[in-house]
């Protein structure tokens, strides 16, 4: 499992290919998924370190009631875990989503403004005292990765790509306009996969790695999975200020053969289901 993640990790791309690369050729069957953004998101609390983790939701809130000089410790002199205070910095570390009406107020800011707010010193504080009064439950989108390797990484032939999407408070905008972003962005302007190499990623790439086995291509016994986009048209049009925004171009989605979205507007059909294996 890696991950390329902070100013202080860029450029590391080529390296994490050739390790690839190298498991491939040796039979392992090693694939990578990716959302074609500069930020990621996830949930607060794995700025702690996981052996706080450990402990369990009630011990881990505990920590960080009772031992907080212990976790800014760690936080300051241990690289051996996802550790996001160092690789991003926490000016870079933005609350996308909280439980309670009192810390709506926080959902958009960075925990550096949190804290001047707040009057804290140490960013840390601020985030710590946030996932208290929370529960541990906030939405965090943290800025950091490097527009090189998202082009790089998305050229590998064993690349996916996903929207890893979160959809609570005000969520990353990978979660609307993840794939029309691919082929607006980087198929249409940028040149840097062919429009059926995308869409291969997109679709019967994925559905063979997870076992899908009527999913992924257009063919007799399949599911009638399709989306009809205008190539010269689709794009993301939303933002991470404003990330509930539908893109643009994307005509008609077709599930299990049924309109979903009909000349770009929602029929209120569902005929989906969840797949459990």
Known sequence: HFKIRGEKN????AALIRRIDEARAAGIDVSMAQYPYTAGSTFLHVVIPPWYHSRGVAGLLAALRGE???????LATRMDWENFSQSVGWEKIFVSSVVTDKNQPCVGKSITQIAAERG?????????DLLLE???AVGMISFGLDEGDIAA????????????????GRPHPRAYATYPRILGRYVREQGVLSLEEAVRKMTSLPARKIRLHKKGVIAAGYDADIVIFDPD????????DDPRVHPAGIEHVLVNGVFVVESAALTGARPGRVIRD
């Open 10 to 13: 860029w450029g590391r791309a």
């Open 68 to 74: 907080r000089e212990a976790i800014k410790r760690d």
């Open 120 to 128: 804290h010193p140490d960013p840390a504080d601020a985030a710590f």
């Open 134 to 136: 929370e529960e541990l």
């Open 153 to 168: 990484i998305m050229r590998h032939p064993a690349v996916s790509f996903i929207t890893d999407g979160l959809m609570s």
């Open 233 to 240: 048209a689709v794009a993301d049009t939303n933002s991470y």
